[in-house]
């Protein structure tokens, strides 16, 4: 196995990763999360360094497999694990992707303008998933098999309570609809809750569950994608609820979300209680401007932005993961990574050199 990309080792440290978004204090190295990591590049990494070398793409279990080698390999404290049964069929575009580490069935994207829910005869019609049918395979498998020293990260397909309106609406449905149907807004978002709940107490049924993480995207570049106030009324609340299961469990609560969010910010902490905050653009702002901000109340994680992955070299890679630890590493609440995730068009290299002057750092 070829570990040469990667100057020092790092022992996988759950408890170090729970306690570094906790605040708990400057952790003895640096910790890092990402959302997600595309397949495609966990599929360049896992060929590139032998990661399955006689385990078969054809086993049932081969993307779980696979999951687990990758994040262990890279230094990663968990694996990030969620539930099955709860999809919901919306309408999708698709175009061909032409990233190097191409997604052979192209790259897919929910329509802008209408949703397969319009109207109360196709909220009544929607094939909505049925709670009590949430299943956790993958779940189970990873607290038999994830090593002592890994935790799973509950996420994915959950708590998009924001980004499901949108979806099944459509946005600019929706935007209409906040001003004539808002009955119908809030029986889609009392459906969402419904199985999220379900999810979330399936989640916490698993000791080897230590975090729970909402993805909700909420913002665009200037502002909120609605009002504030809507989002107060219809989205806020579902994520206390998350949280308040979360803590009530023991669990921190993080919340991936796009955007500018500065008009809701101070709801997120003091009345959702979020316990950290993922997502970061350096044009609507960067992270150590929003740990200096935010980082005495939550955790700050990521910050690397994608654009920049994208078109930087080696030595300023190197230069921007410093000068981000140095300002945001000191008494912990927070872990290195991307601003967003570890797409498939950022080149491997660039995000291999993130990793490893991370694991550089003291």
């Not at 209409?176 to 889609?188: K, N, S, V």
Request: proline content about 4%; charged content about 25%.
């Amino acid at each position: 196995m070829d570990t040469s990309v990667f100057s020092t080792t790092v022992a996988c440290d759950w408890q170090g990763l729970l306690q570094s978004i906790r605040r708990q204090g400057t952790p003895p190295r640096v910790h890092f999360i990402e959302l997600y990591i595309d397949p495609e590049m966990q599929d360049a990494i896992a060929q590139r360094f032998g990661l399955l070398d006689g385990v078969s793409a054809a086993e049932a279990l081969f993307d779980l497999r696979r999951h687990m080698a990758v994040q262990r390999f890279l230094g990663y404290d968990y694996v990030r694990c969620s539930l099955e049964n709860v999809d919901m069929p919306l309408r999708r575009h698709t175009a061909a992707d032409t990233a190097a580490l191409t997604r052979r069935q192209g790259r897919s994207f929910v329509d802008e303008h209408i949703g397969p829910i319009t109207n109360w005869n196709e909220f009544e019609t929607y094939p909505w998933p049925n709670p009590a049918r949430v299943a956790s395979r993958a779940m189970e498998w990873y607290s038999k098999n994830l090593p002592d020293d890994m935790c799973i990260i509950a996420s994915g397909g959950f708590a998009h309570f924001a980004e499901y309106l949108s979806w099944l609406m459509g946005y600019e449905t929706l935007c209409y609809a906040l001003f004539d149907q808002r009955d119908l807004i809030q029986a889609i978002m009392d459906r969402v809750l419904e199985l999220n709940r379900a999810m979330i107490r399936t989640m916490l049924q698993f000791t080897r569950v230590k975090i729970i993480w909402g993805s909700d995207d909420m913002g665009f570049r200037t502002g909120t994608l609605i009002s504030p106030a809507d989002l107060r009324q219809f989205v806020l609340p579902a994520h206390k609820e998350m949280a308040k299961l979360s803590h009530d469990a023991g669990r921190p609560y993080l919340l991936h979300s796009c955007g500018q969010l500065a008009d809701i910010m101070d709801d997120l902490i003091n009345d959702v209680r979020i316990d950290a905050k993922h997502s970061f653009e350096d044009t609507i702002e960067d992270v150590v401007a929003t740990k200096r901000k935010y980082g005495d109340r939550i955790a700050i994680l990521g910050g690397i932005d994608v654009d920049f992955l994208c078109r930087a070299d080696e030595q300023q890679i190197r230069r921007r993961v410093r000068q981000t630890l140095e300002a945001c590493f000191p008494g912990g609440g927070y872990c290195l990574g991307t601003g967003n995730s570890v797409a498939n068009y950022i080149p491997l290299e660039n995000y291999l050199v993130m990793m490893d002057e991370g694991r550089r750092f003291q």
